[in-house]
């Protein structure tokens, strides 16, 4: 049986009835739900983490209906309004960085609005980032996964299995490397962000662009390690998601260690 809160666009790994609030996760490009499966048992039970599944991936059809990051937005913020009955934050790396933005603003103008937005491994919306890498061939495509994850993304996938997700992972390029940033007023939830000191696409400098983003508090975390740090960094990403990054978010994200 499928655990509760499970459907096509969110995944909950771990029961967590006691929890103080629900950290909803948005994966990288060519990410899935379960890229937040650590990160989930990490903070569980004291955060409740739901993981947002792409369209394409397990257990959620390819059906093309949602193709941009606005589509997606839209999709994945109706799916979290089904969980606001607890207090919800974000967190998202990479495309999810910014994916997890627009889901903040439209959650906002909802009237649910976040009690935190964490944002990794990416820039500010506001700050062009061209690239045209959903027009690679195939072999250019690998080419890139291989090059940007490098040695700390984990076990190595077998290429065959890789190969046959290439379509969802182009369409996440291709949705990100065509965003448009709408010019607008800053969230008014916290912002942190968090970066890899070794990033070979995102600069700590770069990550601090986040901070006109908001008119409440903004902080910094930066980790050991590369574009996906987190992998070895779960711990560390946990004790900084329980912390907080202000005052206000203490007792409304779970109380803890801030390390």
Known sequence: M???????????????????TRLVC?????????????????????V????????????????????????????????TLAHADSPIALFGHSMGATLAFEVARRLEAQGVPPVALF???RRAPSVHRPGSVHLYNDEELLAELKEVGGPDTGPPVDEEVLRA????????????????????PGLRCPIVALTGDRDPRVGV????????????????????????????????????????PAQQLRGVVATGDVG
């Open 2 to 20: 499928s655990p509760p809160g499970v459907g096509p666009w969110l995944r909950r790994f771990h029961r967590a009835p006691g929890a103080g």
């Open 205 to 244: 400098d770069d990550m601090r662009s986040w901070r006109s983003h908001t008119t409440a508090a903004f902080d910094l975390a930066v980790f050991p390690g590369g574009h996906f740090y987190l992998v070895e960094q779960v711990e560390a990403v946990a004790r900084a998601i329980r912390g907080g």
């Open 119 to 121: 944002a990794s491994g």
């Open 165 to 184: 997700f290439l379509p969802a992972i182009r369409r996440d390029y291709r949705a990100i490397e065509t965003y448009t940033y709408r010019p607008g």
């Open 26 to 46: 948005l994966p990288h490009a060519g990410g899935s739900a379960t890229a937040y499966f650590a990160l989930s048992a990490a903070l569980s039970p004291r």
């Open 48 to 79: 409740e983490v739901l993981a947002a599944q792409y369209p394409g991936r397990p257990g959620h059809p390819d059906t093309g209906d949602a193709e941009s990051i606005d589509e997606l937005a839209d999709r994945i913020t109706t799916a």
